[in-house]
């Protein structure tokens, strides 16, 4: 059973940033995708962004040039920095990992303020 545990959220002004982080119970050298999913309320679960492990990347059209996905694999943790944020990107956001099985953390809250 893996565990990923997910911190840095809180509460920010408009146009602030926040970096998030995840932090994985086994080594992250041989997943096969990560990424950063969020939910705000009354909404479905969306992708925000993610990585393979070809360090290939994606993200929401609605993040792009404002948020970064990156890893540290000798940390066993996945980071989100997220730049320029506005209202509409308050949510859960929660970490996800896929060895053949996806694996998620348990979420974090970001709200960010007019």
């Known amino acids: 059973q893996v565990q990923l545990v997910e911190s840095g959220g809180g509460l920010v002004q408009a146009g602030g940033s926040l970096r998030l982080s995840c932090a994985a119970s086994?080594?992250?050298?041989?997943?096969?995708?990560m990424g950063w999913y969020r939910q705000a309320p009354g909404k479905q679960r969306e992708l925000v962004a993610a990585?393979?492990?070809?360090?290939?990347?994606n993200y929401a059209d609605s993040v792009k040039g404002r948020f970064t996905i990156f890893r540290d694999g000798a940390k066993n943790m996945l980071y989100l920095q997220m730049n320029s944020l506005k209202p509409e990107d308050t949510a859960i956001y929660y970490c996800n990992m896929n060895w053949g099985t996806d694996y998620w953390g348990q979420g974090t809250q970001v709200t960010v303020s007019s």
């Open positions: 086994r080594s992250i050298f041989n997943f096969n995708r």
């Open positions: 990585i393979t492990s070809g360090s290939r990347t």
